[in-house]
């Protein structure tokens, strides 16, 4: 149980087109999704929280215009990053907590390797 | 802010030597503390999972130890394997139920 599922696994684009990445809670209602940036050999940094049904919550120093989150149910949120540049590649992990378990746990999706060229 | 340490960056042993991941965090007021393991381009495997008021956790050759007081926590890896190659990550809970993640700690074991 608690299978966090995200696509695509991998992208590739050209600098200045927009990119869609989906996160997926399979077999739990997900009050809650968070999203994750990992750059080589540096550790996950919180983009961002998402509640179902209202706006997201961004860290200090993300861009809300440039990375847009949907929580438009309590299975699915998405993440666009808009008119992507290199320094945008990076490893995007998304988490998610259930509606039923406690707030302190949260479940892991596989991530998503981004590549701007 | 919460900051999260891990030291060391990397490790390398002989296989069958024991593995210890020290992690320090700078604000004690956590929920809970999590080490993960993460494979190359891969996402994050739970390991252990210590709640504030415990001390330690055990699975299999992994041990967990947790002094909230000072601030840190080291993983035990018993009899080491190639197979335990990987990255380490350590991560606190605080109040407001975000993870913050140290940088990590590449280990790996030599056959």
């Known amino acids: 149980g608690a299978v966090v599922s995200q696509h695509p696994s991998w992208v590739i684009c050209k600098s200045g087109t927009s990119v869609k990445i989906e996160c997926r809670s399979l077999d739990f209602q997900a009050t809650t999704m968070f999203w994750y940036r990992q750059f080589p050999k540096q550790s996950l940094m919180l983009m961002a929280t998402?509640?179902?049904?209202?706006?997201?919550?961004?860290e200090q120093g993300v861009e809300k215009d440039k990375f847009l989150i949907n929580h438009a149910s309590l299975t699915l949120s998405t993440l666009t990053v808009t008119s992507a540049h290199p320094e945008d590649s990076s490893f995007y992990i998304c988490?998610?907590?259930?509606?039923?378990?406690?707030?302190?746990?949260?479940?892991f999706g596989p991530g998503t390797r981004l590549l701007v060229l | 802010k919460q900051e999260v340490t891990q030291i060391p960056a990397a490790l390398s042993v002989p296989e069958g030597e024991n593995l210890v991941l020290n992690c320090s965090f700078t604000d004690s007021a956590i929920y809970n503390l999590q080490w993960f393991r993460q494979d190359p381009g891969k996402g994050l495997t739970s390991l252990l999972l210590i709640q504030s008021s415990q001390r330690e956790q055990t699975s299999g050759r992994l041990n967990a130890s947790l002094d909230k007081s000072s601030g840190r926590s080291t993983l035990y890896i018993a009899a080491s394997q190639p197979g335990d190659s990987a990255t380490y990550l350590c991560a606190v809970t605080a109040g407001d139920y975000k993870l913050s993640f140290g940088a990590g700690t590449t280990v790996t074991v030599r056959a």
């Open positions: 998402s509640n179902e049904g209202s706006k997201a919550t961004y």
């Open positions: 988490s998610a907590r259930s509606l039923l378990a406690d707030k302190e746990t949260q479940y």
